[in-house]
T-cell receptor, first 114, second 115 residues
């Protein structure tokens, strides 16, 4: 069965610093996709970045990058130059193979301070 | 603009009553999902549907039911069998059918409270 683990319930980072949010996953399917979402206090889910299991390079989207280590089954999100508006819950998610089942981790609450 | 609409935003239910949460999308997406989120916790999958007239149970389907009679609509019924229904419910959709790199689009959520 597929599984997503986020071991950091909360993280603090100073404004303009970089922060890494951890995510490990477990699947027996060689074909899968990994996603990161941001959830502000308003509750909406905002898509940040995607990494496919066959992608050779780590994904990047602006200040977001995904540190994909396939052998270790980890897909950590790196946020560079943190901003106060980055304070939110962050969720790692995975979709396995050709199914459309999309599961999420328990999330990490990031707080950025001045 | 294309998107997903959930209604209502807030819903109050008396114990023992069934209640239906609406989810409509105009993105022409094949797959739709329902998630439950409890305070400070992650999203848990209730049901998902890859195609019209078909749906699969997620990890916490007990006490819930769904239908998918139209591609655009995926309503969720919280039945009286659900013992702890107070939660935030999110509906999502994706292009589906093996397109793994497609992001899931989410509605704004429905906050259900049992009174």
């Amino acid at each position: 069965a597929q599984k997503i683990t986020q071991t950091q319930p909360g993280m603090f980072v100073q404004e303009k610093e970089a922060v890494t949010l951890d995510c490990t996953y477990d699947t027996s399917d060689p074909s899968y996709g990994l996603f990161w979402y941001k959830q502000p206090s308003s509750g909406e889910m905002i898509f940040l970045i995607y990494q496919g299991s066959y992608d050779q390079q780590n994904a990047t989207e602006g200040r977001y990058s995904l540190n994909f280590q396939k052998a270790r089954k980890s897909a950590n999100l790196v946020i560079s130059a943190s901003q106060l508006g980055d304070s939110a819950m962050y969720f790692c998610a995975m979709r396995e193979g050709n199914t459309d089942k999309l599961i999420f981790g328990t999330g990490t609450r990031l707080q950025v301070f001045p | 603009d294309g998107g997903i609409t959930q209604s209502p935003k807030y819903l109050f239910r008396k114990e023992g009553q069934n209640v239906t949460l609406s989810c409509e999308q105009n993105l022409n997406h094949d797959a739709m999902y329902w998630y439950r989120q409890d305070p400070g916790q992650g999203l848990r999958l209730i049901y998902y549907s890859q195609i019209v007239n078909d749906f699969q149970k997620g990890d916490i389907a007990e006490g819930y039911s769904v239908s998918r009679e139209k591609k655009e609509s995926f309503p969720l019924t919280v039945t009286s069998a659900q013992k702890n229904p107070t939660a935030f419910y999110l509906c999502a959709s994706t292009s589906g059918m093996g397109r793994r790199n497609t992001e899931a689009f989410f509605g704004q959520g429905t906050r259900l409270t049992v009174v």
